[in-house]
């Protein structure tokens, strides 16, 4: 038998080497951290199924921002978890509920060291947990939310949110939701649109951190997880109706739909590495079952390789951390 002339292996035989043949990079300002915001607490209180992760009071949200600029990310993602809910989600367009009060609290705090981006969705306001308003018989009603939805839209842009994550997966919220902006004066104010988001099994722990009163799921309204075809189509539909960035999510499960969309986008394509991802590598971590540190750098890294020019994770700033301390 000849030897190989072939030798792909070349290109792997020093650390500086495969640092130079490198084809994806991670960037701390690639990286967005999802914050949660709760009302009527002092201090952090840490949420059971996400090791390492807290609901924030204000004052401790303000430190972490802190934190996260001083490590370079590239901003951060807001949700509020409210005292009191109600059938419509009140507390999401009143001015002082907890998720407008916060993001007026966190612009003033980031400056232009990250942007501060708000989640637009009712579930965390309503008392029955869906992303959208009911219809007597229960079914959630795509076009009153929608109304529900150009409410928030301007009560967030009002708190300074630069970038509204639409995340109930109605039809047409990107449209209405810009036809409010515009309609207002907040043309600047940026929509990133959770496109292809799937029913999954996988928000399992945000739906603690948010301490979700949803009974039943939500798959009227968010993907099939066996349907790659209809998330590319959902991307479409948003960047046609004016998305400024389009989302898959979650990530880990989802990269052939990621790296689809990333195909055929013509505007950033950005991915969401959800709760559940988070939640296992930190449980087999904690029984020393892998390597905790290089699981979350490769789940990261392999979620941009498919195709996201940004990953929101709940790694961001200790991933950032780590990858300036790598460098210098
Ligand atoms: C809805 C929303 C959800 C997540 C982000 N936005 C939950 C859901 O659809 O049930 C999940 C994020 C995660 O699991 O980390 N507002």
Same mark, same amino acid.
């Given at each position: 038998m000849d030897n190989p002339v072939i030798r792909p292996r070349r290109l792997r035989t020093s650390p500086?080497?495969?640092?130079?043949?490198?084809?994806?990079?991670?960037?701390?300002?690639?990286?967005?951290?999802?914050?949660?915001?709760?009302?009527?607490?002092?201090?952090?209180?840490?949420?059971?199924?996400?090791?390492?992760?807290?609901?924030h009071s204000i004052d401790s949200?303000?430190?972490?921002?802190?934190?996260?600029?001083?490590?370079?990310?590239g901003g951060v993602m807001l949700f509020g978890v409210p005292e009191v809910r109600d059938a419509i989600g009140s507390g999401a367009t009143d001015p002082d509920g907890i998720l407008n009060v916060a993001t007026r609290?966190?612009?003033?705090?980031?400056?232009?060291a990250l942007v501060v981006q708000t989640d637009l969705?009712?579930?965390?306001?309503? &008392?029955h947990g869906h992303?959208?308003?009911?219809?007597? &018989?229960?079914?959630?009603?795509?076009?009153a939310t929608l109304e529900r939805y150009r409410d928030m839209a301007r009560a967030q842009a009002a708190s300074g949110s630069q970038l509204l994550g639409l995340s109930g997966m109605m039809d047409?919220?990107?449209?209405?939701?810009r036809e409010a902006l515009d309609g207002d004066g907040y043309q600047d104010t940026a929509l990133l649109a959770y496109s292809a988001k799937y029913a999954s099994a996988y928000y399992g722990p945000f739906r603690d951190a948010v301490e979700s009163t949803l009974e039943g799921d939500r798959r009227t309204y968010q993907l099939n997880p066996a349907n790659r075809r209809e998330g590319v189509r959902e991307a479409l539909i948003d960047i046609a109706e004016g998305a400024d960035v389009v989302m898959v999510k979650p990530a880990g499960s989802y990269l052939d739909v990621l790296a689809d969309v990333a195909a055929i986008s013509d505007i950033p394509v950005w991915a969401y590495q959800v709760s559940g991802e988070y939640a296992m590598i930190e449980a087999a971590a904690a029984h020393q079952w892998i390597d905790r540190r290089r699981a979350v750098e490769e789940s990261v890294l392999s979620i941009r390789r498919a195709g996201a020019a940004v990953v929101l994770t709940y790694?961001?700033?200790e991933?950032?951390?780590?990858?300036?301390?790598?460098?210098?």
């Amino acid at each position: 038998m000849d030897n190989p002339v072939i030798r792909p292996r070349r290109l792997r035989t020093s650390p500086a080497l495969r640092r130079l043949a490198s084809e994806t990079r991670l960037n701390p300002a690639d990286l967005v951290l999802p914050l949660f915001v709760r009302e009527g607490i002092t201090e952090p209180v840490p949420i059971q199924s996400m090791p390492g992760v807290s609901q924030h009071s204000i004052d401790s949200a303000r430190r972490l921002v802190t934190e996260a600029a001083e490590a370079g990310i590239g901003g951060v993602m807001l949700f509020g978890v409210p005292e009191v809910r109600d059938a419509i989600g009140s507390g999401a367009t009143d001015p002082d509920g907890i998720l407008n009060v916060a993001t007026r609290a966190l612009v003033a705090e980031a400056g232009d060291a990250l942007v501060v981006q708000t989640d637009l969705c009712l579930d965390e306001f309503t &008392d029955h947990g869906h992303c959208g308003v009911l219809t007597q &018989d229960g079914r959630v009603d795509n076009d009153a939310t929608l109304e529900r939805y150009r409410d928030m839209a301007r009560a967030q842009a009002a708190s300074g949110s630069q970038l509204l994550g639409l995340s109930g997966m109605m039809d047409g919220q990107v449209a209405a939701v810009r036809e409010a902006l515009d309609g207002d004066g907040y043309q600047d104010t940026a929509l990133l649109a959770y496109s292809a988001k799937y029913a999954s099994a996988y928000y399992g722990p945000f739906r603690d951190a948010v301490e979700s009163t949803l009974e039943g799921d939500r798959r009227t309204y968010q993907l099939n997880p066996a349907n790659r075809r209809e998330g590319v189509r959902e991307a479409l539909i948003d960047i046609a109706e004016g998305a400024d960035v389009v989302m898959v999510k979650p990530a880990g499960s989802y990269l052939d739909v990621l790296a689809d969309v990333a195909a055929i986008s013509d505007i950033p394509v950005w991915a969401y590495q959800v709760s559940g991802e988070y939640a296992m590598i930190e449980a087999a971590a904690a029984h020393q079952w892998i390597d905790r540190r290089r699981a979350v750098e490769e789940s990261v890294l392999s979620i941009r390789r498919a195709g996201a020019a940004v990953v929101l994770t709940y790694w961001a700033v200790e991933l950032a951390n780590w990858l300036t301390e790598k460098r210098s």
